[in-house]
């Protein structure tokens, strides 16, 4: 099994509302990654765990909250956002990240936000 | 700062033609690329990967070759199919991070 799952793949949100994002892998991997992509752009990193426990924050908002409940679950806590975080946020996760051989990223399907 | 570039950035052939998608990077300390496909609206799926120590790597009718020396790797596709159109990333994993920083990615459309 070499799926990350990501749920919901729709989310439509006010701007005062929360939510979250859910990403799932049961591949073992130890390393798990929020990405942020928007229309006809790269993806961004925005979190990295490694081991349940936050390694890399790259100056995201603090209306993006990342968790790591357990190795295999990542969630992304959303609240007061604005319209510019319409775009899609993608997880993806790798058996760990630096000096290990086999550091393939899988990735998941993604989640389409539309804040309005 | 790693930077990645590819080009072109975007590339309309006819079907069958074999062609070739390149990938620049600024700092060749690096332990792995990855090259991806995405189509529109969707994830990231994996074709090939290759370590910082290997020239080349191959699956079905992709190859993909590394210069790390130069900051270069190309992901040449033989015999193009309408089922190849997508936009084609590459990604570099920085020696001493966990970053897979994306480059700029290539949309491919191929013409049946």
């Known amino acids: 099994d070499t799926e990350v799952t990501q749920t919901p793949k729709h989310l439509v949100m006010g701007m005062t509302n929360k939510k979250s994002l859910k990403c799932e892998q049961h591949?073992?991997?130890?390393?798990m990654y929020w990405y942020k992509q928007k229309a006809k752009k790269p993806p961004e990193l925005m979190f990295v765990y490694s081991y349940e426990k936050l390694s890399i924050n790259e100056s995201v908002p603090s209306r993006f909250s990342p968790e790591c409940p357990n190795s295999s679950l990542l969630n992304l806590h959303l609240h007061a956002l604005q319209p510019e975080d319409s775009a899609l946020y993608l997880c993806?996760?790798?058996?760990?990240?630096?000096?290990?051989?086999?550091?393939?990223?899988?990735f998941g399907q993604g989640t389409r936000l539309t804040v309005v | 700062k790693q930077e990645v570039t590819q080009i072109p950035a975007a590339l309309s052939v006819p079907e069958g033609e074999n062609l070739v998608l390149n990938c620049s990077f600024t700092?060749?300390?690096?332990?792995?690329l990855q090259w991806f496909r995405q189509d529109p609206g969707k994830g990231l799926t994996s074709l090939l990967l290759?370590?910082?120590?290997?020239r080349e790597q191959t699956s079905g009718r992709l190859n993909a070759s590394l210069d790390k020396s130069s900051g270069r790797s190309t992901l040449y596709i033989a015999a193009s199919q309408p089922g190849d159109s997508a936009t084609y990333l590459c990604?570099?994993?920085?020696?001493?991070?966990?970053?897979?920083?994306f480059g700029t990615g290539t949309r491919l459309k191929v013409l049946a």
């Open positions: 700092d060749s300390a690096i332990y792995n």
């Open positions: 993806a996760s790798s058996v760990t990240g630096g000096p290990v051989m086999n550091t393939e990223a899988f």
């Open positions: 290759i370590q910082s120590s290997q």
């Open positions: 591949m073992g991997h130890r390393a």
């Open positions: 990604a570099v994993l920085s020696s001493g991070t966990y970053k897979y920083i």
